[in-house]
């Protein structure tokens, strides 16, 4: 009997398979990642636009008290406007090619204070759903949080989960200590917990914002590997900030905060990526 053709999808596979274990950050698809440069690039340009209003409307009355006003404000507005265009540019790159290119760190500060909350805004004017632009938002933020690639000891790593992950008919409380789990397997707790063992890192299970902002202040990690649903994480990383928070959205095969999932082989190569060796 012949062997089946080897098509170049099969190849393509095995070649993939022999490079060096990394995370996969396509897990986030490139799309997303478009939609939050499409609204980075569309807010620069209403940006620009309102710059020259806000210059040109009261050109006529500028006139009259100096010839020279109009000409000092067209100066001051183009100052902004092109530091304003060199950091969307910086971030724009930075985006792009995966690498930290000059403040990185601050880059991701403006990212989650000020340029998420802008393009929200933004993504409406354009019928963009706001979970589609967390999704993106989550996804940029796991770039410049990769390109920063922290490594850090096992003390110093956080896994924070929902408590969604837990099966719904379990009564074993996790909540304080993870460990706690009897190894049922009817959920991934278990093998949150072994990952926990294997790599002598903080596994937390928080079953609200309030409490997962408590953890974080009692462990106080350099980094943060957050599993949840993407309103959870974007509030998640802005609360966090400026701790680095690589998130890892949750499966939901019963719907939102019921039975939830996660990608366990994902969970392990951000812990490795991570993790000093």
Known sequence: MKDPKIT???????????QPERIELDTFTRPRKRVFIFLLLVTSLLLLGLAFLLW???????????????????????????????????????????????????????????VFPLLVGVGRCFGIKKSEIR?????????LVMAEAQKVNPEKMLILLPHCLQNHD????????????????????KNLAALSEKYHVHV????????????????????IIAVACERDLTSGIQDAYPIPV???????????????DV???LVEKGLKTFLIN
């Open 56 to 114: 040109w409307v009261p050109f006529v009355g500028l006139a009259n008290i100096h010839e020279w006003v109009p000409v000092l404000l067209a100066v001051l507005l183009s100052g902004i406007v092109l530091v304003s265009l060199g950091a969307v540019l910086t971030l724009v790159f930075t985006i792009v090619r995966g690498k930290n290119l000059f403040f990185n760190r601050r880059i991701r500060g403006v990212v989650i204070r000020v």
């Open 170 to 189: 379990c009564d074993v409380r996790i909540t304080g200590d993870v460990q706690n789990c009897k190894s049922c397997g009817k959920c991934k707790i």
């Open 263 to 265: 990608d366990i082989d």
């Open 8 to 18: 170049f999808k099969d190849r393509e596979t095995a070649e993939e398979s022999l």
């Open 135 to 143: 999704r993106s938002f989550v996804a940029i933020n796991n770039q």
């Open 204 to 223: 937390a299970v928080a079953t609200g914002g309030t409490l997962a902002r408590k953890i974080v202040v009692d462990k106080r990690p350099k980094i």
């Open 246 to 260: 690589f998130g890892i959205f949750n499966r939901r095969p019963f719907g939102p905060c019921y039975d939830t």
